[in-house]
């Protein structure tokens, strides 16, 4: 956020979330959950800024036993403000114009800002330097991007598959020629400082999933609408955290999306016509190879299904391995797909190439109505919640839509559904851990399912179903296979598909099992006898059920 | 003193329904844009409702600047007179429809009038919604399954000063289930007493067929209570077991020996054959255990016998989940 609105927005942020709390009369309650809540966080907390923190909310906890109706409400501005500052943070043009002048070789630099001392061997020879500009393929509606950019404002809402992503996701707004969005960047993306650096600097802004207190999440999701208001371009990952069983994104977490029609509502009543309007992009973000495959598939089949949502210690935080995975993907004439997709209103209504609303015949609307409450726009957050249910449904269709699939993903589908059908009465948890009777099949049979699945896609992809890679589109499926393993080949320890003579078999069939799910909710089983695995509650795979 | 005026409501249908709710909101002091296909029914309508119901010569007259949209009619006519409505519809409107069936491909009535305007404010009337009841100033009772407050806003306001005792349920998917797959069992109750079968079998299928809508929204995102409640349970006793609608009319004259294609031919409107059938492809589809909706599906499309197709659901083992 720019210096120039930043207090102003801190203020007003403040003066909402205290004006809003002391109406529903729970300023001490809100007080008491806070310090409860950070408290309890900061038991377990090994941070620098420890004991500071604790401090301030002894502190908090102090006043609170002897303040007065007024002082409590000082204390409430307190949390607030200190919230609103942790996430607001710092954002410097001058930094960011000197990042995105330099362009993509500054960029590939921030990719290795992981890591200082690689910057310094690295500042100095371009040469090994992950190029994108080969690799990264922005396809989609871009001409409608930058026709809506200059009529209102954008949510970009990606697919979330990689903590490469925002990198990613910022290297084609930079690309196409757009000033930076806001996005809530996990805490644990800022904890190196060169790294949290540019990306402060970049348009992130904290967000501490660690943080239960829920007059955190409210500050967070105040300030998200705030930003909307005043005409930011956001990011949000809807799907809350990185897809863990590698399928494409089902079900959203609406929270900060939701931000989106309290803000747009807030314009209308301010009669504000300049950019008043929001545009909510989807976006899909497609690779051959997950840098972090092995640990998301690890922690989706984790005992109870207890999935972690945070993760701090995966592949992303090893500078090496997010190198040599960059690297080595992008020697095979890899391709990375950013693909835009068609623009929504926070309705959950389609627009056309004019940025209009329609109905779902095609005819013009005038959306404002839907927000109206006795014949003037007003906040309903039961209305709003719905509506943003509605954005949800359109979101995944979208995904599922503009996903590109690509021969990784087909091969290992392909192996998988051979595996199943060989080892037919397997539980299948215990195939996944190795189990079953048949350990390979036969090359000649991964070739004719790749076939049958690429005549299922193909027909999707002519129905504007689903997107297929450039091989996958046109080639046959002996090709598919090929490129299949030879990208399998160079990064995992174990590959999920390798070839040994005629067979074909898994070194790791979590992975393989994880990129296969890339398959999932196409329908491309039917007749087959094979039920989806990931249906109708995965959960039940993750216990082990 | 301040008056403010009443809300306008567009009922689109002059039927049994429509002509009910219009001589009810006239009652309550609502006014009435009445819109029928025989302009002749809607006429009469307006006349015996009295003052405040106005004809409308077109659907969108009807509609345009109406608060509240009625959609009284047949499912099979549903999607024409939505589009017709989806012309000049407006975000902020509401909408209720009272369908009881399902469009070719198992479409329900709301997924058919968000599909042909931009209305999402929608909401479905089911339970009893016993007309004679509200004909005889009885209480009237209903089920309002909408996923949006304001759908329940609008109806208490145009309903203060009747006897309508709406239930609000957010399970919109649930209500409608529970209206259509009734239907069904209703056939099959039918069924069973034109081939002599006692009361028993009669209730034991209608409690099938709630079982089998409750297994049906299950798989649709419904929720299971909903079965159990007002739109549901409260659906089935006070009036299914004894019921002479014209459903079960259908299926006692199918089980008393009557061809079923030339039975349906003269029941053309009603929702529930096409129900059962699309019900069937569903479950199939998704893989459900549907005897009572496959059986009603058998006799009614395939030719089977309806003594052993009821024979067949009476005798499996019949333990039911909600």
């Known amino acids: 956020m720019r210096a120039r609105d930043r207090e102003r927005v801190l203020s007003e942020l403040t003066s909402r979330v205290v004006e809003e709390t002391a109406k529903a009369g729970r300023v001490e309650e809100a007080l008491a959950d806070a310090v409860y809540h950070e408290q309890r966080r900061l038991k377990e907390d090994r941070s620098k800024t420890r004991d500071e923190e604790l401090g301030f909310w002894r502190d908090v906890r102090d006043e609170m036993r002897r303040a007065s109706e007024r002082a409590l409400l000082d204390q409430l501005k307190r949390v607030v403000a200190r919230y609103g500052n942790e996430i607001c943070g710092q954002f410097d043009e001058r930094v960011y114009n000197s990042v995105t002048r330099a362009g993509e070789p500054m960029l590939g630099l921030l990719l290795n800002a992981v890591s200082p001392k690689r910057i310094m061997s690295e500042l100095f020879d371009e040469r090994h330097l992950p190029r994108f500009d080969d690799s990264v393929v922005l396809q989609g509606e871009i001409p409608l991007l930058h026709k809506l950019r200059e009529r209102g404002t954008l949510i970009l809402v990606p697919t979330h598959v990689s903590n490469l992503d925002s990198i990613a996701v910022g290297y084609a707004l930079w690309k196409l020629g757009l000033p930076p969005f806001l996005y809530g960047a996990g805490l644990n993306l800022f904890s190196n400082q060169m790294l949290g650096f540019f990306m402060r600097n970049l348009g992130a802004y904290t967000v501490d999933r660690r943080k239960q207190d829920p007059l955190y999440k409210r500050v967070l999701k105040e300030y998200c609408t705030l930003t909307l208001e005043n005409g930011y371009d956001n990011i949000f990952f809807p799907g809350g955290t990185r897809s863990r069983a590698g399928a494409v994104e089902k079900k959203l977490k609406l929270g900060l999306l939701g931000c989106g029609l309290p803000a747009y509502t807030h314009n209308l009543q301010a009669g504000k016509r300049d950019k008043e309007r929001f545009y909510i992009i989807p976006a899909t973000l497609s690779f051959q190879l997950v840098l972090e495959a092995e640990t998301l598939i690890d922690d989706f089949l984790k005992e109870q299904g207890k999935a972690r949502y945070i993760i701090t210690d995966d592949e992303f935080s090893r500078p090496k391995r997010v190198f040599d995975f960059l690297t080595q993907l992008l020697s095979l004439d890899s391709k990375i797909f950013f693909t835009i997709g068609r623009p929504i209103d926070p309705c959950g209504n389609a627009v056309d190439d004019e940025g209009e609303s329609l109905d779902p015949c095609g005819r013009r609307i005038d959306a404002t109505r839907e927000l109206w409450v006795d014949g003037k726009p007003a906040v309903d957050e039961q209305r709003d919640a719905e509506l943003t249910r509605e954005v949800g449904e359109r979101l995944t269709e979208a995904y599922a839509r503009d996903t590109v699939i690509q021969c990784t993903h087909l091969t290992a589908h392909a192996t998988l559904n051979l595996l199943r059908k060989a080892n037919a009465g397997v539980d299948f948890v215990r195939l996944l851990r190795g189990g079953g009777r048949a350990d390979d099949v036969p090359l000649r049979e991964l070739h004719a399912e790749v076939r049958r699945l690429l005549d299922e896609l193909r027909g999707l992809n002519k129905r504007d179903g689903v997107r297929l890679g450039p091989i996958a589109l046109d080639r046959d499926a002996e090709d598919v296979v090929a490129d299949g393993l030879r990208h399998f080949s160079i990064y995992h320890a174990q590959p999920a598909v390798q070839r040994k003579g005629d067979r074909v078999s898994s070194g790791d069939r979590s992975l393989l099992f994880y990129y296969s799910n890339r398959l999932e909710g196409y329908r491309l089983e039917r007749g087959s006898g094979l039920r989806s695995p990931l249906t109708p509650d995965h959960r039940a795979l993750a216990k082990g059920a | ?322």
């Open chain 2, 1 to 322: 003193m301040t008056t403010t005026t009443p809300p306008r409501v567009a009922v689109l249908g002059a039927g049994k329904l429509g002509g009910a709710v219009t001589a009810l909101l006239a009652r309550a002091g609502a006014r009435v844009s009445l819109w029928a296909r025989r302009p002749e029914a809607a006429k009469q309508v307006a006349k015996e409702a009295g003052k405040g119901v106005e004809v409308a010569a077109s659907v969108a007259d009807a509609c345009r600047g109406a608060r509240l949209l009625c959609f009284a009619v047949p499912v099979e006519g549903l999607r024409e007179v939505a589009r017709a409505a989806g012309e000049v519809t407006t975000g902020d409107q509401i909408a209720l429809h009272a369908c009881r069936g399902v469009e070719t491909g198992f479409v329900l009535p709301s997924e058919i009038i968000r599909s042909e305007t931009c209305l999402k404010k929608l909401g479905a009337l089911g339970g009893p919604l016993y007309l004679d009841d509200a004909a005889h100033g009885r209480p009237l009772v209903a089920a309002v399954g909408a996923r949006f407050d304001d759908v329940f806003r609008a109806v208490r306001v145009l309903t203060a000063n009747t006897r309508v005792r709406a239930h609000p349920t957010h399970d919109l998917i649930g209500v409608e289930l529970c209206g259509a797959i009734s239907n069904v069992a209703q056939i099959a109750a039918g069924l069973a007493e034109g081939v002599g079968l006692g009361e028993t079998d009669q209730g034991t299928l209608l409690v099938r067929g709630l079982a089998e809508a409750a297994q049906l929204g299950a798989a649709r995102g419904a929720e299971a209570a909903t079965f159990l409640g007002i739109a549901g349970v409260g659906d089935l006793i006070p009036r299914q077991v004894t019921s002479t609608r014209r459903n079960r009319h259908l299926g006692r004259e199918i089980g008393q020996g009557m061809a079923a294609a030339h039975a349906m031919a003269a029941h053309a409107a009603l929702e529930g054959p096409v129900t059962a059938r699309e019900a069937r492809t569903l479950g199939d589809r998704m893989g459900l255990k549907l005897p009572l909706i496959q059986a009603v599906d058998d006799v009614l499309w395939r030719g089977a016998a309806p003594a052993e197709a009821l024979e067949r659901v009476l005798t499996l083992d019949l333990s039911l989940s909600f």
